[in-house]
């Protein structure tokens, strides 16, 4: 079992900054395929970013191409989301997921369902 546990939310204005951050308790396993998902209100749940841990391969939806950036620090056990030239349409609850293996793709960002770990969220709200 992994729990994940997300921080670094919270309100900025459109064209801001933030970083959010995925504390993994352990990893118990050699891969991970790694992802940031969020939900804005009245929305479905969306794939955003995805991460192989094993050599550190990324993905990423359209939507956020060129302003967000995955990244990991495994000697912390740690995911990261950078979020750069935050717009109001970002505003969302941001989840951390993890499943383990080496089968980590673009398509992987719309199959929740293979997703096992999930953090609890952080809030991310930008405001025009």
């Known amino acids: 079992q992994v729990q994940l546990v997300e921080s670094g939310g919270g309100s900025v204005q459109a064209g801001g900054s933030l970083r959010l951050s995925c504390a993994a308790s352990?990893?118990?396993?050699?891969?991970?395929?790694m992802a940031w998902f969020r939900q804005a209100p009245g929305k479905e749940r969306e794939g955003v970013t995805a991460?192989?841990?094993?050599?550190?391969?990324?993905y990423y939806a359209d939507s956020v191409k060129g302003r967000f950036t995955i990244s990991q620090d495994n000697a912390k056990n740690t995911l990261y989301l950078e979020m750069n030239s935050l717009k109001p349409e970002d505003t969302a609850m941001y989840y951390c997921?993890?499943?383990?293996?080496?089968?980590?793709?673009?398509?992987?960002?719309?199959?929740?369902?293979?997703?096992?770990?999930w953090g609890q969220g952080t809030q991310v709200t930008v405001s025009s």
């Open positions: 991460i192989l841990t094993f050599n550190s391969r990324t």
């Open positions: 352990r990893y118990a396993y050699s891969s991970y395929c």
């Open positions: 997921a993890a499943y383990p293996g080496y089968d980590c793709y673009s398509d992987s960002l719309s199959r929740e369902s293979r997703f096992r770990f």
